[in-house]
């Protein structure tokens, strides 16, 4: 066979097998792209707090067009942010790359990236649910080698060890910190909630610019109304009613949305639910105090704390406020940040230790409105210190939790000494154990068990989940003593009514008619009491570590926050 017809014949087997390759490759294609066109589409992204726009090519390009998810505590949009997004078997790789630059004042700035792994959503057709993440975080110095500053500091190294020492800085690298987390056996659910409709982004578009009005309201009615069953939108058209329409109304939906959806697994949607629930209370404080501050913004980022320190009366007025208040939140932060707002916690302008030196003193001056016989004025600021310090309790990062936990302990020993020593008649009794069950029933109180939530944002918490064990115990050794003061004031009252102390549970009544306070130190006992003597009862709480030691040792934070020792009162 020559040489031409054996080439002849090469080429007879390649070009067919070439084509049929290539066909096979253009279908393989055309496959991926169909399946990456199935992902393309409109999302709720973090339970509803933003979104995502993802879009794909003829090929199964996927690439993120508009929209972003919130990874680092900054609100700010990046003008660095980057995205990718790629589909492998089954699974979507999402990636977020930005440059924070904002309320950065150290020698350098971030560099942030978040990398998830998705799989779609078994429950919800068209979601993806989170099964792995990764956060890098690093820090990248100002000064970069070959920059101005490298060759000033090279020209004035003044020595070859001094030039060494400054070559070696400039070549070194920052260690990025790495953390991870697996959700193989609970995936975090719809992380991206399907939701296309071209409203969405027209909506948050408006919000993100900070345009709450009536045109937004009606746009998130449209879009609910096609999506009635939607919890996300729901939320929404809940918040959005509480700020531009009818906040009675916005109650009665977030009631409803409350009965269907309060276990819902999604985190997410969870907390912009609490979120909502603030801004419909704040909003629905507005209208009944038209003409006064609104004590549920007393302490807003943007309110200014009393300029003259010395101005007493001012100061005392704006702590009865919170008394007064029917609702303790002091501000709302809303379902979808405005991106021109660096931060959402609203509390480092605060200065927390004239917080705690304000009550203290004001503390010391229901004293000495006692000694003045002006007792009624004396309760009111002890309860007006107590409600503040559960208003800072209730919200926000754990330092301005713990602040709150503070002042309820200062005020709980002025209301420890008022009880023991201000209350002679019926009146007084009534009129004191009135001001402690208003307190008691404060609405939307903290429980103990959501002190790091507002700590950082959501997805950090769920990758790097904080140990809150010590800021929880802190918490309820204020409780406790809080509810030894309520129960002191039982005792006093039946000591008034009949000439003795309690002897059994039931002689706590009438004031404690539906038994004694649960001791949260244990798993289900009340707070217990001895006679001690025929002239002194002692009421106690075993304490943190647990262990009943019948008042004769006493706890001292001081000592350490789980020190031995019970939380007593002994009542002459």
Same mark, same amino acid.
């Given at each position: 066979? /020559?040489?031409?017809?054996?080439?002849?014949?090469?080429?007879?087997?390649?070009?067919?097998? $070439?084509?049929?390759?290539?066909?096979?490759? %253009?279908?393989?294609?055309?496959?991926?792209?169909?399946?990456?066109?199935?992902?393309?589409?409109?999302?709720?992204?973090?339970?509803?707090?933003?979104?995502?726009?993802?879009?794909?090519?003829?090929?199964?390009?996927?690439?993120?067009?508009?929209?972003?998810?919130?990874?680092?505590?900054?609100?700010?949009?990046?003008? @660095?942010?980057?995205?990718?997004?790629?589909?492998?078997?089954?699974?979507?790789?999402?990636?977020?790359?930005?440059?924070?630059?904002?309320?950065?004042?150290?020698?350098?700035?971030?560099?942030?990236?978040?990398?998830?792994?998705?799989?779609?959503?078994?429950?919800?057709?068209?979601?993806?649910?989170?099964?792995?993440?990764?956060?890098?975080?690093?820090?990248?110095?100002? @000064?970069?080698?070959?920059?101005?500053?490298?060759?000033?500091?090279?020209?004035?190294?003044?020595?070859?060890?001094?030039?060494?020492?400054?070559?070696?800085?400039?070549?070194?690298?920052?260690?990025?910190?790495?953390?991870?987390?697996?959700?193989?056996?609970?995936?975090?659910?719809?992380?991206?909630?399907?939701?296309?409709?071209?409203?969405?982004?027209?909506? $948050?578009?408006?919000?993100?610019?900070?345009?709450?009005?009536?045109?937004?309201?009606?746009?998130?009615?449209?879009?609910?109304?096609?999506?009635?069953? @939607?919890?996300?939108?729901?939320?929404?058209?809940?918040?959005?009613?509480?700020?531009?329409?009818?906040? /009675?109304?916005?109650?009665?939906?977030?009631?409803?949305?409350?009965?269907?959806?309060? !276990?819902?697994?999604?985190?997410?949607?969870? !907390?912009?639910?609490?979120?909502?629930?603030?801004?419909?209370?704040?909003?629905?404080?507005?209208?009944?105090?038209? @003409?006064?501050?609104?004590?549920?913004?007393?302490? =807003?980022?943007?309110?200014?704390?009393?300029?003259?320190?010395?101005?007493?009366?001012?100061?005392?007025?704006?702590?009865?406020?919170?008394?007064?208040?029917?609702?303790?939140?002091?501000? /709302?932060?809303?379902?979808?940040?405005?991106?021109?707002?660096?931060?959402?916690?609203?509390?480092?302008?605060?200065?927390?230790?004239?917080?705690? %030196?304000?009550?203290?003193?004001?503390?010391?001056? !229901?004293?000495?409105?006692? $000694?003045?016989?002006?007792?009624?004025?004396?309760?009111?600021?002890?309860?007006?210190?107590?409600?503040?310090?559960?208003?800072?309790?209730?919200?926000?990062?754990?330092?301005? #939790?713990?602040?709150?936990?503070?002042?309820?302990?200062?005020?709980?020993?002025?209301?420890?000494?008022?009880?023991?020593?201000?209350?002679?008649?019926?009146?007084?009794?009534?009129?004191?154990?009135?001001?402690?069950?208003?307190?008691?029933?404060?609405?939307?109180?903290?429980?103990?068990?959501?002190?790091?939530?507002?700590?950082?944002?959501?997805? =950090?918490?769920?990758?790097?989940?904080?140990?809150?064990?010590?800021?929880?115990?802190?918490?309820?050794?204020?409780?406790?003593?809080?509810?030894?003061?309520?129960?002191?004031?039982?005792?006093? =009252? #039946?000591?008034?009514?009949?000439?003795?102390?309690?002897?059994?549970?039931?002689? $706590?009544?009438?004031?404690?008619?539906?038994?004694?306070? #649960?001791?949260?130190? %244990?798993?289900?006992?009340?707070?217990?009491?001895?006679?001690?003597?025929?002239?002194?009862?002692?009421?106690?709480?075993?304490?943190?570590?647990?262990?009943?030691?019948?008042?004769?040792?006493?706890?001292?934070?001081?000592?350490? %926050?789980?020190?031995?020792?019970?939380?007593?009162?002994?009542?002459?």
């Amino acid at each position: 066979m /020559s040489l031409s017809k054996r080439k002849r014949k090469i080429l007879r087997l390649i070009i067919p097998l $070439f084509v049929l390759i290539l066909i096979g490759y %253009t279908a393989w294609k055309f496959y991926q792209g169909a399946q990456s066109r199935k992902v393309a589409g409109i999302y709720l992204t973090t339970g509803g707090e933003t979104f995502l726009i993802i879009e794909s090519n003829l090929w199964g390009s996927l690439k993120v067009t508009d929209g972003g998810l919130h990874i680092t505590e900054y609100i700010t949009a990046s003008p @660095d942010r980057k995205f990718s997004v790629k589909l492998k078997k089954n699974h979507l790789y999402f990636s977020q790359e930005e440059i924070d630059k904002s309320g950065y004042t150290g020698d350098g700035y971030y560099h942030t990236a978040i990398n998830m792994i998705l799989k779609p959503s078994l429950t919800i057709a068209g979601d993806w649910d989170l099964v792995r993440s990764e956060i890098l975080i690093n820090e990248i110095p100002k @000064d970069r080698i070959f920059g101005k500053r490298f060759f000033e500091d090279i020209w004035h190294s003044g020595s070859i060890a001094r030039f060494e020492e400054t070559l070696k800085s400039y070549l070194e690298k920052r260690d990025s910190q790495k953390e991870k987390r697996h959700y193989s056996e609970k995936p975090v659910p719809s992380i991206l909630h399907r939701m296309d409709d071209p409203g969405i982004a027209e909506y $948050f578009h408006a919000r993100q610019k900070g345009l709450i009005d009536y045109k937004s309201l009606q746009v998130v009615r449209d879009i609910h109304d096609k999506f009635p069953e @939607d919890p996300y939108l729901a939320l929404h058209h809940i918040e959005m009613e509480a700020l531009s329409g009818n906040p /009675s109304e916005s109650l009665e939906l977030w009631e409803k949305w409350k009965e269907c959806y309060r !276990s819902h697994p999604d985190a997410y949607l969870r !907390s912009l639910a609490e979120r909502a629930f603030v801004t419909i209370t704040v909003e629905m404080n507005k209208k009944k105090l038209p @003409d006064q501050i609104n004590p549920s913004v007393f302490f =807003y980022i943007n309110h200014d704390y009393p300029k003259d320190a010395h101005d007493f009366e001012d100061t005392l007025k704006r702590f009865k406020e919170f008394y007064h208040s029917d609702q303790i939140f002091f501000f /709302s932060f809303p379902i979808v940040p405005h991106l021109d707002v660096p931060g959402f916690f609203g509390w480092w302008n605060l200065n927390f230790l004239q917080l705690q %030196t304000t009550s203290k003193m004001l503390s010391v001056h !229901s004293i000495f409105y006692l $000694f003045q016989g002006k007792r009624e004025e004396s309760l009111e600021i002890l309860a007006s210190i107590y409600r503040m310090g559960q208003a800072f309790n209730s919200h926000g990062s754990v330092i301005q #939790r713990l602040i709150g936990i503070a002042i309820r302990a200062i005020a709980s020993d002025g209301l420890r000494i008022f009880v023991l020593n201000a209350c002679e008649t019926q009146e007084e009794f009534k009129q004191c154990w009135n001001t402690l069950e208003r307190l008691n029933n404060t609405p939307n109180l903290e429980d103990g068990s959501h002190i790091m939530s507002g700590e950082s944002p959501l997805l =950090y918490s769920l990758i790097m989940p904080h140990n809150y064990l010590e800021s929880e115990t802190r918490h309820k050794v204020s409780d406790m003593k809080f509810e030894l003061s309520r129960m002191a004031c039982a005792a006093k =009252y #039946r000591l008034l009514l009949s000439g003795d102390f309690p002897s059994e549970e039931e002689d $706590f009544a009438p004031f404690l008619s539906r038994g004694l306070p #649960r001791d949260i130190f %244990t798993k289900k006992d009340s707070l217990r009491f001895e006679n001690l003597s025929p002239n002194e009862l002692t009421i106690y709480s075993v304490g943190p570590d647990r262990k009943d030691d019948h008042a004769a040792i006493a706890y001292d934070p001081t000592n350490g %926050t789980n020190a031995p020792g019970d939380i007593f009162i002994t009542i002459p």
